[in-house]
Structure formats: C-alpha cells, structure tokens
C-alpha cells in the first residue's frame, strides 16, 4: 500500500484518520472547518491538519496535497447534524433554504468527481440513507455512479467491530476498479464492554479530577441530581425513581419517550451512542454503571475507541469541557475507522493481486 496516500475530509480530532494510520496507510492530510480540532489531530497523528472550507476547496487544491505519482483514496464524514435523530426530534428541518450543512454532501461528491481518487468512503448517520427530501443522499450515490464508481453502503453497528457503544453508522465505499464492500464484523458475538473499557481507571467523584489524568473528570451534579442517580441501579434510568424526583416533563405523556435520560450504563455491556452531550448526567444514559457521576472526558473518549495516551488538550489555549465533548462525540470512532481501513486494504490486495 505504500504507493497509495489518503486525504481525510472533515477530519476532526482525527478518529478516521488515526484508524487508517494504525493499519499502515499514508494519511497525509486532514481537513476540516473547525481550527479547535488542530491540535488533537496534529498531536496525535502523522498527517497535517489544514483549516479549509471544503465547501470552497477546488480541484487543483486538494490534489497538490497528494504526493507525486501515488494513488489517491478520499476519506471523510460529512457533518451530519441535519440527518442526526436530536436534530429531528427538536423541530429540525431540513431543506435547502433552511440549512445549508447539507451542501457539503454534494461538496464531497463533488470533490470527489473532479479529482478521481482510486477508493472513497463516507461514513454518517443511518437517517441520511433514508433522506429523501432533496434526495441528499440519491443524489451522492448517483454522482459517484456515474463517474464510474462501483459503490457499496450499509448500516452498520460499531460494536460489531469491538467498539465498546452501540452506534448505527452508514459506511460507503467505492472504487473504480471493481467491487468493494465492507470487512465482516470482528466482535458481533464477543461485544467489548463498559468494564473492559473503564472498569480499570481511578474511582472520582462528581466535580473531581483524576491526580493522574487531567481528562478524567466529571462534570459536577446538583444535590437534586446526586439524589436522583443515588436512587439509579445499574442500567437503570428515571423509571426507577420515587415520584418527588422525576421531573415535570417525564411525567408528561411525551417525556416517556426520553427513557435514557438520568440513565447508568451496564457494566457488562456496551454503552449507549456517544453524542456531543455524553458527559452531561440528564443528556442520556451516561451515568457511570457504579458511581454518583456522569462519566468522565477520558471515559467517553475511550468508549469512542481513543487510545488512552490520545492527547487532546492544547496547553495554550483555555480548557474547555464542553468544546471537547463535541470534538469526542463527533468523531469516528477508531476502531470502526480501523475496519474501513481494513476493507480498503482488502480491496487493494483482491485487485492488484487479480
């Protein structure tokens, strides 16, 4: 594979990008919007982070970065807050007048067209298969079609591929030259679990920060919320409660569709989706599984599959719990970036062994 270079679209900190360098691709570049994601990209990864607007990037732009002479594959996770299930159930809609994240869709397919790499893959949400105002996602597969690329795309759960969360991603790949689809799952009997994950890190409380690791800290929970996971089981949620602490809204008919919310995860299995709230107790089920504390940045970050040494605080610039809680939530998680990289690798040994 040395012959092949790899560009990471809407890179982020760098969850894709560090999947496909842990399986011995050259990634030499991660672009994306966000400037905040630079430092954990560059810190942790050999390839350089650009801050660009795709959106406004040009053919001969993005193919400057390729090395002479190598072969291209385009990689990337379009922002998916527009197709997200929060997004739709919070009154979101999507159109092209109302929102124009979207676009950037169209922007990758169309970067993809213009430059011709070898292999592409897409990873987001499940909801922008099914998406038909607009034919957002139609409209992507078509161009890629009918510039010549063999396409393949399912949903898939990131546990199968020993990612400790249940997450339903939609992972396409393509290639000009021939079929290419993804790696059979690894871990779809033997799921990796909350305990295999962070059963092992130091106990804290709500508010504390590990001496050991400036990471591994929980944010601070009101009396009221003390009480309320006090009252949690294991996996249990705001059902298990006596009625003086369920709130106003989950006593109401459509609170009852919130049932993750004030929940603990289970020990002995994987934990829920990590979203851009995954450190908040009332954001879902992101109580820790024993003690009164939602989980921790590094915990998240280690359900997201981030090696433990993954660095990514900026010293000079202002911490911010919140900021970083996005960057992990919206991130690629490694392992399942690991399994694309896998089955492009697979893709590349069938056709150039044919």
């Not at 591929?161 to 396409?172: E, F, K, M, S």
Request: proline share 5%.
């Amino acid at each position: 594979m040395d012959d092949y270079a790899v560009i990471d679209l809407f890179c982020g900190v760098g969850g894709l990008t560090h999947g496909f360098e842990q399986e011995g691709f050259n990634v030499v570049a991660g672009i994306d919007f966000d400037k905040s994601c630079q430092y954990a990209y560059d810190t942790n990864n050999q390839a350089s982070f650009l801050h660009r607007d795709i959106g406004a990037m040009s053919k001969e732009e993005i193919e400057s970065l390729f090395p002479a002479g190598s072969k291209k594959i385009l990689i990337g996770c379009a922002p998916c807050q527009p197709f997200s299930i929060f997004n739709r159930r919070n009154g979101g809609k999507i159109s092209e007048t109302n929102d124009q994240r979207w676009k950037l869709l169209s922007a990758f397919a169309d970067l993809i067209v213009k430059t011709k790499p070898e292999i592409i893959s897409m990873e987001n949400v499940p909801h922008l298969k099914g998406f038909k105002k607009g034919g957002v996602f139609n409209d992507f597969v078509s161009k890629l079609e009918s510039a010549g690329y063999h396409i393949s795309y399912e949903i898939h759960d990131a546990q199968h591929y020993g990612v400790p969360q249940r997450r339903h991603r939609l992972v396409l790949l393509g290639s000009l030259h021939g079929e290419i689809e993804m790696i059979a799952p690894t871990h779809k009997e033997n799921p990796v679990t909350v305990r295999d994950t962070i059963g092992e890190l130091q106990p804290i409380t709500a508010g504390q920060i590990a001496e050991d690791d400036t990471l591994h800290r929980a944010r601070n929970l009101t009396e009221l919320s003390l009480k309320r996971i006090r009252a949690t089981p294991e996996g249990g949620g705001w059902q298990d409660w006596d009625k003086e602490l369920v709130a106003d809204c989950h006593k109401k008919e459509g609170g009852k569709a919130f049932g993750s919310a004030y929940g603990r995860m289970n020990w002995d299995k994987v934990a829920p989706t990590m979203t851009t709230y995954c450190i908040g107790y009332n954001n879902g089920r992101f109580g820790h599984p024993e003690q009164d504390r939602p989980i921790s940045i590094r915990e998240a970050a280690l359900i997201q599959s981030f090696p433990a040494h993954y660095d990514f605080v900026d010293p000079e610039v202002d911490f911010s719990s919140g900021r970083l809680a996005r960057h992990i939530g919206n991130a690629v998680p490694v392992l399942l970036g690991q399994a694309v990289a896998k089955s492009v690798a697979k893709h590349i040994h069938k056709i150039e062994n044919a």
